[in-house]
């Protein structure tokens, strides 16, 4: 799902030297400790700086990503797998940077294909990020899978750049209100993409989205059912 970004991977090349290790040593640690990469080759520094502004990104909309956090570059992950949250292990898998651009038109993510390639592959770490930060949530139901890809969703959305968010609010807005029962795991599973048009509107549609956010990280607020 990315990236065209090559000369943000060039540029930030140079700055290899912040990650502590021996250069092709695993894992590597990033600046701060916070975040550790696994199996990004040259694209280490470039992962670092993504994963320390989306940490930041998040907790502006009041989630905490747990630290250290490992991030880890899989080349052969599964064809219709964007990215990978592991529950429990701190642990993320995404393919690496420029595979994403392979990937772009066949990723099935219908709503995401208009997005500059430079903005995706950040979108996508920040979707799993949003996953770990709420890894002790607690959840009142068998599944809460509905919540968690509410909050993955829109987190992805919210903080992409401007004109990118604009590209996917353009590509097929959700008409009219969308309520609480429209995020049914069903619409999750067979069409992800209307999912996510559906959590963006019913989230830009509370008085204050980020509050929203941090009470279903505290637990207080699911978008789950029981019957689910
Ligand atoms: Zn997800």
Known sequence: MIEKGIPRVIAVLSATAWLTGPVGAEPRTCPGGQVLTEGAGTDAALICELALRVRGQLASCNLTVPAPLTIEI??????????????????????PPALYVARQDARGFLAFRPIST??????????????????????????????????AYTMQILFLPEADRALFTAGAPE??????????????????DLFARRAWRHLMDQDDPCDVIGRI???????????W
């Open 175 to 192: 008409p009219g209100t969308v309520s609480a029962d429209m995020l049914h795991p069903m619409i999750l599973v067979m069409a992800p």
């Open 217 to 227: 990280a505290d637990g207080q607020v699911t978008l789950d059912s029981p019957q």
């Open 118 to 151: 430079d903005a995706i592959f950040e979108s996508l770490m920040r979707h799993e990020m949003a996953h770990a930060a709420l890894d002790d949530t607690p959840c009142p139901f068998s599944s809460c899978v509905v919540t968690q890809e509410y909050v």
């Open 74 to 95: 899989v080349p052969d992950l599964a064809e219709n797998c964007a990215g990978l949250y592991h529950c429990g292990e701190s642990r993320i898998e995404l393919l």
